[in-house]
C-alpha cells in the first residue's frame, strides 16, 4: 500500500480535537477541496515521515523527504 492509497483504507481511528483545532482543519480542508479526514491523514504520515517511520519510498510520495533533510541540516 502506498501511503495516497485510499483503495487500501480500512482501519478506523476516532481522535478528539479541540472546536479551534476542528475548525482549522475543516478550513484548510475547504481551501484544498478535499475532506478533513485527508487533512488529518496527511498530517500523520508527515509526522510519521518526521519521526523516520516511513521509508524513503514512502516519504517522497508524500513529498516531505527534501523538508525532512533541509529541517534535519538547518
Same mark, same amino acid.
Given at each position: 500500500?502506498? +501511503?495516497?492509497?485510499?483503495?487500501?483504507? $480500512? !482501519?478506523?481511528?476516532? *481522535? =478528539?480535537?479541540?472546536?479551534?483545532?476542528?475548525?482549522?482543519?475543516?478550513? +484548510?480542508?475547504?481551501?484544498?477541496?478535499? $475532506? !478533513?479526514?485527508?487533512? *488529518? =491523514?496527511?498530517?500523520?504520515?508527515?509526522?510519521?515521515?518526521?519521526?523516520?517511520?516511513?521509508?524513503?519510498?514512502?516519504?517522497?510520495?508524500?513529498?516531505?523527504?527534501?523538508?525532512?533533510?533541509?529541517?534535519?541540516?538547518?
Amino acid at each position: 500500500m502506498t +501511503v495516497n492509497d485510499k483503495s487500501a483504507l $480500512d !482501519e478506523i481511528l476516532s *481522535v =478528539r480535537f479541540s472546536k479551534r483545532i476542528r475548525d482549522l482543519v475543516k478550513q +484548510v480542508a475547504q481551501a484544498r477541496g478535499t $475532506d !478533513e479526514s485527508d487533512v *488529518v =491523514r496527511q498530517a500523520v504520515h508527515q509526522e510519521l515521515a518526521r519521526l523516520s517511520f516511513l521509508t524513503d519510498n514512502e516519504k517522497k510520495a508524500l513529498g516531505v523527504i527534501d523538508f525532512i533533510k533541509t529541517e534535519r541540516e538547518g
